[in-house]
């Protein structure tokens, strides 16, 4: 599912099931804004086959309302493109 926008394997799990949830795994606080793990998993709507993609998310916030929300398919790129590699990650409580 690897894309070079990162955008098309979630659209591929998003338009083929008919459950879609985010089970979320971990919460990082990056200053201006946080970064979240989660899993998305989805149940395809013909094959019923259970389907799971690790992403990344990115959120910005003011005055208590987010003003900015970006999902990463793969969690790497979002890394890179925050500018932090995993290892300098600590969680923080959601």
Do not use: C, H, N, W
């Not at 083929?16 to 990056?30: H, K, R, S, V």
């Not at 993609?53 to 005055?63: C, G, I, K, L, T």
């Amino acid at each position: 599912m690897a894309s070079t926008t990162g955008y098309d394997g979630f659209a591929a799990l998003a338009g083929g099931g008919d459950q879609i949830g985010a089970d979320p795994e971990a919460f990082f606080d990056l200053g201006e804004q946080t970064l979240a793990f989660s899993v998305l998993r989805g149940r395809g709507r013909q094959s019923g086959a259970d389907v799971a993609m690790p992403v990344a998310q990115v959120v910005r916030s003011r005055d208590g309302r987010v003003v900015y929300f970006k999902t990463y398919s793969d969690r790497r790129v979002a890394l890179r493109e925050l500018g932090v590699s995993e290892a300098q990650l600590e969680a923080i409580a959601p």
